[in-house]
């Protein structure tokens, strides 16, 4: 007899945009790697839990009680979904980059950090502060455990006792490559090491199971977990993080202050100070549980399908390069990074967006070193760009379009893409496109109405950081 799994159900995936050209079309969202929509279950956990969502830990009131038990209850399940060491802790934070920022706050003073140069930039900028060595990029999958080696022997003649953290991706977010972190689990461990992995692109796509894997450390963030309500988690070891003083100060942190001294509370409330997002840590729960019940393993094999038709599509749009850091085929998750020849990455996507209904990335996804390299941007003119920014001039970094496939992708959404490339590619675009004062190229004019919802919206762009 075969059971029927239920298929995922996400909250907005049958909603319809406007085109410039005219009436509207069924949104297609290729951008899941950098947020995903919310899963049903999550959203309905969110608004189960409102109507009793009272102070969290310290509150005797009945809702205080619910709330403090479904936070802590939602730790269990995240626990679970992870398969996380029974000796390990897991901290609710606000995001990947919250919990690594969190983890380089709590290193030993005189500890090395290893990392390479391909990473997103929440994963090599909170390094800075320590004693970090940024590796290049190895060029195959089978030379990452050798580079890691090599740079282990380095530090341990330097400092044959120092505390080392070995910090790399589970999965590219530019390329959807597949690192071999168990592999470099094993060789780290043999210099007495850990590992940190940034899970952020991995969870979503494939089981993890830290106690097999044996990472010492994993951070992800539930906005790419199908549960975009603030939270994420850092899970590990314990004696680091609770050897510092707390990455945030304040109430929840403490056990007892006077002017002259603090008595710090233990994990894991000595690094969750403040009032936590309850709701938050509920919806990732409420995620963990439904993609549990759906299976990762088959949620994993339905998408290497799919990424295999991306793939084969996509190279047969005319001038379209696929961008990969490694020329061999090896593991991916659902991520295509591409370019169109003599095509504006910027255009390309507004393009996709406004004619097509096609939501897709572009840009340098938080990784500009590794986009550097693979748009094989030499270091003089990456120097001339340096020197431009610094001195404040307005200029649009080279890039590329990612799409980025989730759940619910399917193939229909696959040849919508391939499609409306081609007709760029060979046509260009049917409206009028203009840079506004953000360097983004926007529609000229662009008719298209705001959504009738219960508080204001402004579609103009806000000059701010890029996210992934």
């Avoid at 949104?27 to 950098?34: E, F, I, S, T, W």
């Avoid at 380089?104 to 929440?122: K, M, N």
């Avoid at 060789?187 to 590992?195: C, E, L, N, S, W």
């Avoid at 339905?302 to 490694?326: D, F, M």
Wanted: proline share 7%; glycine share 8%.
């Amino acid at each position: 007899m075969t059971t029927t799994v239920a298929r995922p159900r996400l909250v907005g995936s049958d909603v319809e945009v406007p085109l410039v050209t005219g009436g509207t079309t069924r949104h297609v969202n290729l951008d899941y790697a950098a947020s995903t929509p919310a899963l049903r279950e999550a959203a309905e956990a969110v608004n189960a839990l409102l109507p009793w969502y009272g102070s969290v830990h310290r509150g005797a009131g009945y809702k205080s009680l619910v709330s403090t038990g479904a936070y802590e209850s939602a730790r269990s399940v995240i626990r679970s979904f992870l398969r996380v060491p029974e000796d390990h802790v897991l901290l609710f934070t606000r995001n990947t980059t919250d919990s690594l920022n969190l983890l380089s706050a709590s290193l030993p003073g005189e500890a090395f950090v290893l990392t390479f140069d391909s990473e997103h930039h929440a994963n090599l900028l909170p390094w800075r502060r320590r004693r970090a060595r940024f590796l290049p990029a190895p060029p195959a999958r089978d030379a990452v455990v050798d580079a890691v080696t090599e740079a282990l022997k380095v530090v341990r003649r330097e400092a044959p006792n120092a505390p080392v953290l070995v910090a790399l991706t589970g999965a590219s977010n530019v390329t959807g490559e597949i690192w071999p972190v168990g592999e470099v689990v094993e060789a780290a461990h043999r210099y007495g090491a850990r590992v940190l992995m940034d899970a952020a692109q991995l969870a979503p796509h494939a089981p993890i199971d830290m106690s097999a894997l044996g990472v010492d450390y994993l951070a992800l963030s539930g906005h790419k977990l199908y549960a975009p309500f603030g939270a994420g988690v850092l899970v590990g070891r314990a004696d680091w993080l609770q050897a510092t003083e707390p990455f945030l100060l304040g109430g929840g942190a403490v056990r007892f202050v006077t002017t002259d001294e603090v008595l710090w509370s233990a994990l894991p409330h000595r690094q969750e100070a403040g009032s936590p997002n309850v709701l938050g840590a509920v919806a990732l729960a409420a995620a963990c549980r439904a993609l549990a019940r759906i299976g990762m393993e088959h949620l994993a094999f339905e998408e290497q399908g799919l990424l295999e038709l991306a793939r084969q599509r996509l190279s047969r749009v005319p001038n379209l390069t696929i961008h990969t850091l490694w020329s061999e085929p090896g593991p991916r998750i659902g991520v295509v990074t591409f370019t169109v020849e003599g095509i504006d990455h910027g255009l390309l996507a507004a393009i996709l967006s406004a004619e097509h209904g096609i939501g897709v990335r572009h840009g340098c996804f938080c990784a500009h070193p590794l986009m550097l390299r693979l748009l094989r941007v030499s270091e003089a003119a990456a120097e001339r760009l340096r020197s431009r920014l610094r001195a404040g001039e307005p200029l649009r970094l080279p890039g590329a379009v990612r799409m980025s496939l989730g759940i619910d992708s399917t193939a229909e959404d696959v040849e919508r893409l391939a499609t409306a490339l081609e007709r760029v590619a060979l046509e260009g675009p049917r409206w009028r496109y203009r840079l506004d004062e953000t360097g983004e190229w926007v529609p000229d004019p662009d008719p298209r109405p705001v959504p009738d919802l219960p508080f204001p919206i402004n579609l103009e762009r806000h000059l701010g950081g890029e996210s992934s």
